[in-house]
């Protein structure tokens, strides 16, 4: 019996271009502290000062790309990892529309800020800031861990690496400020919907795409000895995937809603088969069609299954993501 593949969390699967991302925000600053080229960057520091020719703001921009200190690169990679999970959201051609027009924004802000105020800022933080938008109005506080008084979850985490870049200095405080009005013009705007055309897409998953893309292990993590032990470790494995989505989309325990408990309540699916209807003296009503809920699709999709199983399972249970879930597990075991 053939066991199916499930999607990792971990890593950077299903997101090449915030890995790309985080691979050129490290690679830049190690390349910075190459002997060789340590003349080039302080060459592209130094010609970036005043904005008197096309030539110094190519430099400005050039300066936009990498930070100068480690610390702050380290931090940034760690921020860009959490914020994958939008790449999975959107898909990869929608979010990276969306990356460069808030970095064109950003930017734009950034750099006349700099000219009125007289700052400097060295770093990518126009590509990383704008991402706190969606991360604040979509991202639920699903647990914390506590830390004697104070609970402190993977959302509050990140809130406080970014907090430490944008209060470095002056100019990282100026440049996260039009970061974050950068963020609010396009994911709370109709530009968000903005995506670029397919062919673009077709481009990168052939080119660089083979070299960043990510691949869960064949074996979805099962080390157990036997079949057995296997398929309780994968069952285990679903049940708290189960709990996380519940999380994330605030779904209640019985899974079922309001209109679940009301046919419970009433004989299950008796109140239009012989139920109340037909005290009454009515005829009985076939049932309405069950329109899969896409956010219990998803959460499915997000466990493993394909997507035409996970809508025969949720028509089967009438939109029970638990008894869907049993219903998937059953035909695994």
């Known amino acids: 019996m053939s066991m199916p593949s499930f999607p990792t969390n971990t890593g950077f699967h299903n997101a090449p271009v915030c890995k790309t991302l985080a691979f050129l925000v490290g690679g830049l600053h190690l390349a910075s502290n190459v002997p060789s080229l340590q003349g080039f960057f302080r060459r592209l520091l130094q010609g970036s000062e005043n904005l008197d020719s096309l030539d110094s703001f190519l430099r400005r921009l050039g300066t936009k790309f990498f930070f100068l200190d480690t610390k702050s690169t380290v931090i940034a990679c760690v921020v860009i990892y959490f914020f994958r999970v939008f790449e999975r959201r959107y898909g990869s051609l929608k979010f990276t529309t969306n990356l460069i027009i808030s970095w064109l924004i950003s930017v734009s802000l950034e750099?006349?800020?700099?000219q009125y105020f007289d700052t400097?800022?060295?770093?990518p933080l126009s590509f990383i800031i704008p991402l706190y938008i969606p991360w604040y109005i979509q991202i639920p506080l699903v647990s914390a861990s506590q830390f004697g008084p104070l609970a402190l979850s993977s959302k509050s985490f990140n809130y406080l690496l970014g907090l430490q870049m944008a209060l470095a200095t002056k100019g990282t405080l100026v440049s996260t400020l039009c970061g974050l009005v950068s963020g609010l013009m396009v994911y709370c705007t109709p530009l968000k919907g903005l995506s670029l055309p397919g062919w673009v897409g077709s481009i990168f998953s052939s080119t660089i795409g083979k070299l960043v893309s990510t691949y869960p292990d064949n074996d979805g993590?099962?080390?157990g000895a036997t079949l057995e032990i296997q398929r309780s470790q994968q069952a285990e494995a679903l049940e708290e995937q189960l709990l996380?989505?519940?999380n994330r989309f605030n779904v209640p325990v019985n899974g079922g809603g309001r209109q679940m408990r009301l046919e419970e309540m009433w004989g299950g699916a008796g109140f239009g088969q012989g139920?109340?209807?037909a005290r009454f003296g009515q005829a009985p009503q076939p049932p309405a069609p069950v329109i899969p809920s896409p956010a219990h699709l998803q959460t499915l999709e997000d466990m493993g299954f394909s997507?035409?199983?996970?809508?025969?399972a949720l028509r089967q249970?009438?939109?029970n993501l638990d008894d869907a879930t049993n219903i998937l597990l059953n035909d695994i075991m």
């Open 221 to 223: 993590g099962l080390m």
């Open 307 to 312: 997507r035409d199983r996970a809508e025969q």
């Open 317 to 319: 249970s009438r939109n």
């Open 111 to 114: 750099i006349a800020c700099e």
């Open 275 to 277: 139920g109340a209807g």
């Open 244 to 246: 996380r989505a519940r």
């Open 120 to 123: 400097r800022n060295f770093g």
